[in-house]
T-cell receptor, first 114, second 113 residues
Framework: AQSVTQPDIHITVSEGASLELRCNYSYGATPYLFWYVQSPGQGLQLLLKYFSGDTLVQGIKGFEAEFKRSQSSFNLRKPSVHWSDAAEYFC????????????FGTGTQLKVEL | KAGVTQTPRYLIKTRGQQVTLSCSPI?????VSWYQQTPGQGLQFLFE???????NKGNFPGRFSGRQFSNSRSEMNVSTLELGDSALYLC????????????FGSGTQLSVL
């Protein structure tokens, strides 16, 4: 069965510092991979998505993620964090058989210190 | 373009009751998915409907059910509520091709007392 692991429950960074959120997946085939962000009291918003092609994916709000098959990882990065980036970030893997049945990681809560 | 609308925003029920949650997708979207979010279990997939048919189902008991209408609006129902059903229930809509961008609503916060 597919699974997603986000090893860091909480991360604190200073505004302007770089950010990397880790995500590891377990999947038999080439996965569909997603990063979503959730602000307090809100639903989730898609940051970026990967299936094939260039392993470095650009997303919204200045985020990018790199797919590394050898490490089964799909880490999210941002060169310079803004206070408004404080939120919870979820990595997810999609199904092979079609549809939108996503398996989410447990999330990483990002705190930004001013 | 209006986003995904979930009603009600908050709901308080007692054990043993049943509840119905509603989701109106973005206009033109044919797929509606439901997720349960709790602090302990995180985000868990409940089911997905596409063109009024259940396309995928998660590992939840039969007390959890859903349906989709011809206008793509969806409802989910939980019967015989248990304390553990307290959660944020999120609905997401998409065009329906699969593994695509999901547009989430703000959720219905259900508290079971």
């Amino acid at each position: 069965a597919q699974s997603v692991t986000q090893p860091d429950i909480h991360i604190t960074v200073s505004e302007g510092a770089s950010l990397e959120l880790r995500c590891n997946y377990s999947y038999g085939a080439t996965p569909y991979l997603f990063w979503y962000v959730q602000s307090p009291g809100q639903g989730l918003q898609l940051l970026l998505k990967y299936f094939s092609g260039d392993t470095l994916v650009q997303g919204i709000k200045g985020f990018e993620a790199e797919f590394k098959r050898s490490q089964s990882s799909f880490n999210l990065r941002k060169p310079s964090v803004h206070w408004s980036d404080a939120a919870e970030y979820f990595c997810a893997v999609g199904p092979t058989g079609g549809g939108n049945k996503l398996t989410f990681g447990t999330g990483t809560q990002l705190k930004v210190e001013l | 373009k209006a986003g995904v609308t979930q009603t009600p925003r908050y709901l308080i029920k007692t054990r043993g009751q049943q509840v119905t949650l509603s989701c109106s997708p973005i206009s033109g979207h044919r797929s509606v998915s439901w997720y349960q979010q709790t602090p302990g279990q995180g985000l868990q997939f409940l089911f997905e409907y596409f063109s009024e048919t259940q396309r995928n189902k998660g590992n939840f008991p039969g007390r959890f059910s859903g349906r989709q209408f011809s206008n793509s609006r969806s409802e989910m129902n939980v019967s015989t509520l248990e304390l553990g059903d307290s959660a944020l229930y999120l609905c997401a809509s998409s065009g329906g091709t699969g593994n695509e961008k999901l547009f989430f609503g703000s959720g219905t916060q259900l508290s079971v007392l």
